[in-house]
């Protein structure tokens, strides 16, 4: 079926290690946004990108990279992993930017740092 | 950033019992968008309302976005178990060029056989 993939769908870090979140998109979307979510806060933005080439910073963007390798694929990069990135981690896409648009979501990546 | 508020937080009813959740800021929006997100999935789009005192039914769900645009409600008529999930307002700010999505906290309804 046509949609948003992550991968994994679950991992645990230590303290310090890196690691990259995966998200491919197969509906020809311009638009990509990378979010965590967390009890209580709901989805708060970390990055998002307008089109191949493009990103920018977010809400809470501290602790992450991302990178926009081409139309279909999004990831997302923690550096140097601590407990307060302990999350679900969703990615999302839109036809484009603008009001009408919605978002179709992956099914998040939950993540543990201990 | 601007403050979006849902409530209430939890809400739990029997089946056929009505809801109303609600979605507030003291911004202005230029659109809204209501989410419904189910256990280990990802929030899935339910409508977008862009005009202010637009009422938009989807079945047994009825969205109204406020005359001003700052506020927004859902009505469930006859709640029914697979109405449970947690729901999300979502508001593009009119201040906000770009038109990234913010995201409201969300409401947890549980409907009990």
């Known amino acids: 079926n046509a949609g948003v993939t992550q991968t994994p769908k679950f991992q645990v870090l230590k303290t310090g290690q890196s690691m990259t979140l995966q998200c491919a998109q197969d509906m020809n979307h311009n638009s990509m946004y990378w979010y965590r979510q967390d009890p209580g806060m709901g989805l708060r933005l970390i990055y998002y990108?307008?089109?191949?080439?493009?990103?920018d910073k977010g809400e809470v963007p501290n602790g992450y990279n991302v990178s926009r390798l081409n139309k279909r694929e999004f990831s997302l990069r923690l550096e140097s992993a601590a407990p307060s990135q302990t999350s679900v981690y969703f990615c999302?896409?839109?036809?484009?930017?603008?009001?009408?648009?919605?978002?179709?979501f992956g099914s998040g990546t939950r993540l543990t740092v201990v | 950033t601007q403050l979006l508020e849902q409530s209430p937080q939890f809400l739990s009813i029997q089946e056929g019992e009505n809801l109303t959740v609600y979605c507030n800021s003291s911004?202005?929006?230029?659109?809204l968008q209501w989410y419904r997100q189910e256990p280990g999935e990802g929030p899935v789009l339910l409508v977008t309302?862009?005009?202010?005192?637009e009422v938009k039914k989807l079945k047994r769900l009825t969205f109204q976005f406020g005359d001003a645009r700052k506020d927004s409600s859902l009505h469930i008529t006859a709640a029914q178990p697979g109405d449970t999930g947690l729901y999300l307002c979502a508001v593009r700010h009119a201040s906000d060029s770009w038109g990234k999505l913010q995201f409201g906290a969300g409401t947890q309804v549980v409907v009990t056989p």
């Open positions: 911004s202005v929006f230029s659109s």
């Open positions: 309302v862009v005009t202010g005192g």
């Open positions: 990108s307008a089109s191949e080439g493009t990103t």
């Open positions: 999302a896409s839109s036809e484009r930017r603008g009001i009408n648009y919605g978002y179709t």
